[in-house]
């Protein structure tokens, strides 16, 4: 198992909106395509930013980029995207509350059966 874990920081006056995308628009395409959200959290404001993350679990590193290519290849989905950032006023202009975004690999270092995933 290999573990993604994605981070923003984010102005607080798009904390709603974008929760809402992704929940709506970034969520259910990952699922349908074998994706497994661990969970998704979110820090209070600190000096106007709130760090957003999320760990998704896969099988393998191959298993996650044929997800993502699944994801990046379908249609109807990259347009929901476009339309979702031409609504928020363009690329450009989320570059003012989107401050920063990053994703890693992690893996764990305690046997799964240790922790309340196993319970899942």
């Given at each position: 198992?290999?573990?993604?874990?994605?981070?923003?920081?984010?102005?607080?006056?798009?904390?709603?909106?974008?929760?809402?995308?992704?929940?709506?628009?970034?969520?259910?395409?990952?699922?349908?395509?074998?994706?497994r959200l661990v969970g998704r959290?979110?820090?209070?404001?600190?000096?106007?930013?709130?760090?957003?993350?999320?760990?998704?679990?896969?099988?393998?590193?191959?298993?996650?980029?044929?997800?993502?290519?699944?994801?990046?290849?379908?249609?109807?989905?990259?347009?929901?995207?476009?339309?979702?950032?031409?609504?928020?006023?363009?690329?450009?202009?989320?570059?003012?509350?989107?401050?920063?975004?990053?994703?890693?690999?992690?893996?764990?270092?305690?046997?799964?059966?240790?922790?309340?995933?196993?319970?899942?």
């Amino acid at each position: 198992m290999i573990y993604r874990r994605k981070m923003y920081k984010v102005a607080p006056s798009i904390l709603d909106d974008f929760n809402e995308h992704f929940n709506k628009t970034l969520l259910p395409p990952q699922l349908n395509y074998g994706a497994r959200l661990v969970g998704r959290w979110m820090t209070r404001e600190n000096d106007g930013v709130i760090d957003i993350f999320a760990i998704w679990e896969y099988d393998s590193y191959e298993e996650y980029e044929i997800i993502e290519n699944k994801v990046k290849s379908d249609e109807e989905h990259v347009k929901r995207v476009q339309n979702w950032f031409q609504k928020m006023g363009g690329r450009e202009k989320l570059k003012e509350v989107f401050f920063n975004i990053e994703q890693d690999f992690i893996e764990t270092t305690v046997p799964l059966d240790k922790t309340i995933m196993s319970q899942m």
